[in-house]
Structure formats: structure tokens, C-alpha cells
């Protein structure tokens, strides 16, 4: 996934940059780190684009479950309009409109339930992609400030014990 491979060049842009002696702090090349952020911004917004899709495509399957209902409806209609000759016929055609837009309710309730539960399952893929990312993201950023508190410790207990070597020397001296 690209998202990864920008921030893995963040990280190792932080884990390379020149450290500031005495601080916690590093110099990064501004340009370079804006050009990755630019780059994970332009990417983003794919993910939303494929949702959003994926919103179009369950309208657009309700959409013509409707339209297909509605027209088997009216198919259903004209053809018992035609037959109607006597009232046994009529009685019959009733029966088959009832039974024909009965499956068409039927068919276009599974087709939305289907259509509903499929967008439902990409929606959902989608967010776990996106949540995942970010969780990533939080983890990485984490371990580096992790790391850099670590090397500062570090190097500050070292200063620390040669000022006290320092100062011992110093009383020895006197």
C-alpha cells in the first residue's frame, strides 16, 4: 500500500535526520517532509473516492431493483388488462397480479438486502483499511518519539556522569 511506503520514508527521513546536540531535537529537510505528506494527503483521498463508489453503486442497484419492480408491475397490469373478457378471468388475473407483484416485492426486497449488505461489507472493509492505517501511523510515530526520548536519556545521563567525573577531579585537586 503506498500510504506504508510514504511513511516509511518519513521514518527513516526522522531516524537519519542530523540530531541537535543537546536537545531532542532533529533537522529535517522541510521540502522533503512536506513532499511526503503532500504525497499521503493525495492519496487518501482514493480510499474516500472507492467508498463514495461504493455509496453510488448501492443507490444505483436500489435504484433498479425499483424501476424493475415497478415495470414488472406494470407488465403484470397490461397483460391482465387484455385478458379481462369475463369475471372468471378477471378473477384470475387478479390472483396472478397478486402472485406476480408478490415475487416482484420479494425479489426487489433481496436485491436490496443484498445490494444494502454488500455496500455494507466494502463500507466496513474500507473503515477497518482506514482505521488500521491510522493505528500504524500513531505506532510508528510512538516508537520513534519512544526512541529519540531514549538516545536523549541517554546521552544526558552521560553528560551528567562526566560532570560529576568533572567535579570529582576538581575536589581532588584542592
Not at 19 to 45: A, F, G, R, W
Not at 76 to 97: F, G, I, P, Q
Not at 117 to 135: P, R, T, W
Not at 153 to 163: A, E, P, R
Request: with cysteine; aromatic share 4%.
Amino acid at each position: 500500500m503506498k500510504i506504508v511506503e510514504y511513511l516509511e520514508c518519513m521514518q527513516d527521513l526522522i531516524e537519519n535526520a542530523s540530531k541537535v546536540p543537546m536537545t531532542n531535537k532533529i533537522m529535517i529537510d522541510k521540502e522533503e517532509m512536506l513532499s511526503l505528506i503532500e504525497q499521503i494527503y493525495n492519496y487518501l483521498p482514493e480510499e474516500f473516492k472507492k467508498a463514495q463508489w461504493i455509496v453510488h453503486e448501492k443507490e444505483r442497484i436500489l435504484k433498479d431493483a425499483t424501476e424493475q419492480a415497478e415495470k414488472i408491475k406494470q407488465e403484470s397490469y397490461e397483460y391482465h388488462r387484455k385478458r379481462l373478457k369475463n369475471h372468471d378471468l378477471v378473477k384470475e388475473a387478479k390472483l396472478k397480479t397478486e402472485a406476480m407483484l408478490s415475487k416482484a416485492e420479494r425479489s426487489a426486497a433481496v436485491i436490496t438486502t443484498e445490494a444494502t449488505d454488500y455496500a455494507g461489507e466494502i463500507l466496513h472493509n474500507v473503515e477497518s483499511d482506514v482505521s488500521e492505517i491510522k493505528q500504524r501511523l500513531i505506532d510508528d510515530i510512538k516508537d520513534d518519539v519512544n526512541k529519540s526520548l531514549n538516545d536523549i536519556d541517554k546521552k544526558m545521563n552521560d553528560v551528567i556522569n562526566k560532570l560529576k567525573e568533572n567535579q570529582e577531579e576538581l575536589r581532588g585537586m584542592n
